[in-house]
């Protein structure tokens, strides 16, 4: 399967707690033109993931719309201090047949996760999508290093 792994976009400093952060301004446009190159160069995403948290919920509302992908799913499981395994174990299971997927969370899981399903290490920046190609083989669970890191969108 295709496993896009997004992070929010940039988001306010000022909020009465973390999960309440929202969107910046900037972060509504690199949001809207990472949607953008996605839509073109992968069209097929079936199901969008969000953290519940505001940055990420927003960020992954704003990608739905771009695709035309509804509704976005939110997973609690997918904050930013999560743990990657498990966070990986629970994806397998959710998104078991599914061919294309979208998720949209934070750091530090985000780069902890592909670290753990691809054994690479990437910076991901606001807004910043990687493409996982996820084998088969482990399947309906995501094992450590069962993913190829395909690119940067």
């Known amino acids: 399967m295709m496993l896009f792994l997004m992070r929010h976009g940039d988001a306010v400093h000022s909020a009465p707690s973390d999960a309440e952060r929202v969107l910046s301004a900037a972060g509504r446009q690199e949001v809207l033109a990472a949607a953008g190159r996605l839509r073109e160069s992968e069209p097929g995403i079936q199901r969008i993931l969000s953290s519940p948290y ?46 294309s997927a979208l998720v949209v969370t934070h750091q530090p899981i985000i780069s902890r996760l592909i670290m753990h399903l691809t054994d690479t290490g990437v910076p991901m920046g606001t807004a910043s999508i990687a493409r996982l190609n996820t084998l088969e083989a482990p399947m309906p669970v995501f094992e450590m290093g069962c993913s190829e890191l395909i690119c940067l969108i």
């Open 54 to 99: 505001a940055r990420a919920r927003q960020t992954a509302e704003l990608v739905s719309e771009v695709l035309g992908v509804a509704p976005v799913e939110s997973c609690d499981w997918v904050t930013p201090d999560n743990e990657p395994g498990e966070t990986a174990r629970r994806l397998g299971q959710l998104l078991a047949g599914c061919p």
